[in-house]
Nanobody
Framework: QVQVVQSGGGLVQAGGSLRLSCAAS??????MGWFRQAPGKEREFVAS????????WYADSVEGRFTISRDNAKNTIYLQMNSLKPEDTAAYYCNVGGGSRVPGDYWGQGTQVTVSS
């Protein structure tokens, strides 16, 4: 049985940093990544990473500010979010088993990130 468990998130002032973690269990996955959904908006792609970290994809809106990384020994990915902006406020969801920018079938429980101005 596949489980995807997230941690991290919270409230931060604009310009601050937060780190999200996501651990998958039950099987290994090639691509793992993050999506987010702001109130009243559709869920959107944020970042994803391939098995060996050799391929990484970012949404234009986070490129240069967010960094995705991976620890295969722990079957865990991380999202380091720097220079946060109020428009980054959203529920962030870990996703595994999808393509580079397309979600797979397995989602984490979601974690709220709120950036105050």
């Amino acid at each position: 049985q596949v489980q995807v468990v997230q941690s991290g998130g919270g409230l931060v002032q604009a310009g601050g940093s937060l780190r999200l973690s996501c651990a998958a269990s039950g099987r290994t996955f090639n691509t793992m990544g993050w999506f987010r959904q702001a109130p009243g908006k559709e869920r959107e792609f944020v970042a994803s990473i391939s098995w060996n970290g050799g391929r990484i994809w970012y949404a234009d809106s986070v490129e240069g500010r967010f960094t995705i990384s991976r620890d295969n020994a722990k079957n865990t990915i991380y999202l380091q979010m720097n220079s946060l902006k109020p428009e980054d406020t959203a529920a962030y969801y870990c996703n595994v088993g999808g393509g580079s920018r397309v979600p797979g079938d397995y989602w984490g429980q979601g974690t709220q990130v709120t950036v105050s101005s």
